[in-house]
């Protein structure tokens, strides 16, 4: 059982960063039941600013470009 019904939704942002591997990004993707879309940031406390958090909202807002 998962905790959140994906397929209710008809596509997932997924928001990580630089350290994450791309493989497991990709595992992740590949196991979403719905369309889905990675925004990778830089890592560090610092991209935890307005600048990336425009970044996320414009993905949002225009469909994940």
Sequence with gaps: NSLIDLSK??????????????????????????????????????QKDLENIQKIWGALKWGFL
Aim: hydrophobic share 40%; proline share 8%; charged share 20%.
């Design 9 to 46: 939704y008809s596509k997932i942002l997924i928001v990580t960063d630089k350290n994450i591997p791309q493989s497991l990004v990709q595992k992740l993707q590949s196991v979403l039941p719905v369309e889905n879309f990675c925004l990778v940031l830089d890592p560090g406390e610092a």
